[in-house]
Nanobody, 127 residues
Framework: QVQLVESGGGLVQAGGSLRLSCAAAGRTFSNYHLAWFRQAPGKEREFVAGIRRNGGSTYYADSVKGRFTISRDIAKNMLYLQMNSLKPEDTAVYYC????????????????????WGQGTQVTVSS
């Protein structure tokens, strides 16, 4: 079992920045691929960014590439999402998620692949 708790959401003006954090507790954190997803009202949950279990490779949705940066601190059991140049269309509830991964296993962008989820944190970007 892995428990995930997000923090850092809030209200920000367009063009501003926020840093989301996700604290993990439970099983060996380093055995999991980690990702951030988001869900806007009336829309399906979508992949935002992911990072492999060893922290060596990162992946981004086209909509956030160049603006968001995902990182992890394995020693502290923490996952982060630095969000810059925020746009109103980034408004959503943001979730961190963990997927148990064997060495060499590809990182998935699919919601159903992830076994553990946080409760979400609201990000609102005003125009």
């Amino acid at each position: 079992q892995v428990q995930l708790v997000e923090s850092g959401g809030g209200l920000v003006q367009a063009g501003g920045s926020l840093r989301l954090s996700c604290a993990a507790a439970g099983r060996t954190f380093s055995n999991y691929h980690l990702a951030w997803f988001r869900q806007a009202p009336g829309k399906e949950r979508e992949f935002v960014a992911g990072i492999r279990r060893n922290g060596g490779s990162t992946y981004y949705a086209d909509s956030v590439k160049g603006r968001f940066t995902i990182s992890r601190d394995i020693a502290k059991n923490m996952l982060y999402l630095q969000m810059n140049s925020l746009k109103p269309e980034d408004t959503a509830v943001y979730y961190c998620a963990a997927d148990y991964a064997f060495i060499g296993m590809a990182l998935s962008t699919g919601v159903r692949q992830y076994d553990y989820w946080g409760q979400g944190t609201q990000v609102t970007v005003s125009s």
